[in-house]
T-cell receptor
């Protein structure tokens, strides 16, 4: 969902469940998308990326889905673990690299043991 | 893997003083580095692109005379917040892509508090 003011949207899941984090991106010309995980007080950590010529990409326990028609990106985390608790950002880029990124608003994932 | 190191991780300074933040690529060269700012519970916003050997490119609304960027070598970019004010308090993060690569590596960030 959309963040309001200074409040990040929060997703709370039970350990072992699957998590789905959604993101709406802004530029229909963007051709490269990345998901990052950010733990408190740290820089973003790369999770998975996808190019605009794909609609799905899988990694270890994570899957990214891209719907260019509605400019929507999602991150699915399988068997969510307490260590997955963090803020997740999607980012978009024109030109296929991870420089000069436009970050989405972020979603805080909270995993309950 | 590639490592980008930022220093200091935390700094507190008085209003009106200047603070320098360093961003180093430890095991690769980076002709370009990026500086982001992140306010609490908000997303990262690109401030400027640091270019080795040439002037930095600033995003709209970012004052170049206040946020001085120097990319002195292929492994070091510095951001200097001049005449700091409390509203400059934020989390500053740099990133650097490997030359010829697409993945950018983020530093651990610098928490600046201006009192």
């Amino acid at each position: 969902g959309e963040s309001v003011g200074l409040h990040l949207p929060t997703l709370s899941v039970q350990e072992g469940d699957n998590s789905i984090i959604n993101c709406a991106y802004s530029n229909s010309a963007s051709d490269y998308f990345i998901w990052y995980k950010q733990e408190s007080g740290k820089g973003p950590q790369f999770i998975i990326d996808i190019r605009s010529n794909m609609d799905k990409r899988q990694g270890q326990r994570v899957t990214v889905l891209l719907n260019k028609t509605v400019k929507h990106l999602s991150l699915q985390i399988a068997a969510t673990q307490p260590g997955d608790s963090a803020v997740y950002f999607c980012a978009e880029n024109l030109g296929g690299s991870q420089g000069n990124l436009i970050f989405g608003k972020g979603t805080k994932l909270s995993v309950k043991p | 893997g590639a490592v980008v190191s930022q220093h200091p991780s935390r700094v507190i300074c008085k209003s009106g003083t200047s603070v320098k933040i360093e961003c180093r690529s430890l095991d690769f060269q980076a002709t370009t580095m990026f500086w982001y700012r992140q306010f609490p519970k908000q997303s990262l916003m690109l401030m400027a692109t640091s270019n080795e050997g040439s002037k930095a490119t600033y995003e709209q609304g970012v004052e170049k005379d206040k946020f001085l960027i120097n990319h002195a070598s292929l492994t070091l970019s510095t951001l200097t917040v001049t005449s700091a004010h409390p509203e400059d308090s934020s989390f500053y993060i740099c990133s650097a892509p490997k030359q010829g690569g697409t993945e950018a590596f983020f530093g651990q960030g610098t928490r600046l508090t201006v009192v």
